[in-house]
T-cell receptor
Framework: EADIYQTPRYLVIGTGKKITLECSQT?????MYWYQQDPGMELHLIHY???????EKGDLSSESTVSRIRTEHFPLTLESARPSHTSQYLC???????????FGPGTRLLVL | RKEVEQDPGPFNVPEGATVAFNCTYS??????FFWYRQDCRKEPKLLMS???SGNEDGRFTAQLNRASQYISLLIRDSKLSDSATYLC??????????????FGQGTTLQVKP
């Protein structure tokens, strides 16, 4: 089992609220990723990080932002949630020497 | 056109059946290939990598055809526990450092008793 964790697992929140989705891994992986997945659809990369203080935008445009102050922690923030942000957000990490990515359990976000 | 295309299914098969999924990719610069499994409302997990020579892991066989740009997954002697969505995933050449995965939509398999 991969040691990568996400909180909260489920979040229902009103429009306009600021939210932070947490992701942490204890495997010492330097590379971390955030994906967005709508039901029945493919995963899309929205952010990734090579390591501490490194963040890049992914292939799918997102209004969210990320930070990487510590190796093990890669939180995602939405300053003002909207119903269009309703989705599942999956965090992943990998070791630089390998191609396998390990996924966290995901956060299901519903914005009312 | 999507970079990685899969028939979403669902494929409904009886226990013990052999089932095959195909996946096509559009970018000839794709260099690494994988099958991930995603159970309902769960995270994706690596099932197996796909090598040019083809590879087998128990009841699962994966094959790659670079000329035709498709990947296949064969499952023999299907079990109820094989019911899941199977995601075809590629990494483009030059993306090994970033490790950016490109996912297909997935093919859903339902194995019936």
């Amino acid at each position: 089992e991969a040691d990568i964790y996400q909180t909260p697992r489920y979040l229902v929140i009103g429009t306009g609220k600021k939210i932070t989705l947490e992701c942490s891994q204890t495997m010492g992986h330097d590379k971390m990723y955030w994906y967005q997945q709508d039901p029945g659809m493919e995963l899309h990369l929205i952010h990734y990080s090579y390591g501490v203080n490194s963040t890049e935008k992914g292939d799918l445009s997102s209004e969210s932002t990320v930070s990487r102050i510590r190796t093990e922690h890669f939180p995602l923030t939405l300053e003002s949630a909207r119903p269009s942000h309703t989705s599942q957000y999956l965090c992943a990490s990998r070791d630089s020497s390998k191609e396998t990515q390990y996924f966290g359990p995901g956060t299901r976000l519903l914005v009312l | 056109r999507k970079e990685v295309e899969q028939d979403p299914g669902p494929f409904n098969v009886p226990e013990g059946a052999t089932v095959a999924f195909n996946c096509t990719y559009s970018n000839s610069a794709s260099q690494s290939f994988f099958w991930y499994r995603q159970d309902c409302r769960k995270e994706p997990k690596l099932l197996m990598s796909v090598y040019s020579s083809g590879n087998e892991d128990g009841r699962f066989t994966a094959q790659l055809n670079r000329a035709s740009q498709y990947i296949s997954l064969l499952i023999r002697d299907s079990k109820l526990s094989d019911s899941a969505t199977y995601l075809c995933v590629v990494i483009l050449r030059g993306s090994s450092n970033t490790g950016k995965l490109i996912f297909g939509q997935g093919t859903t398999l339902q194995v019936k008793p």
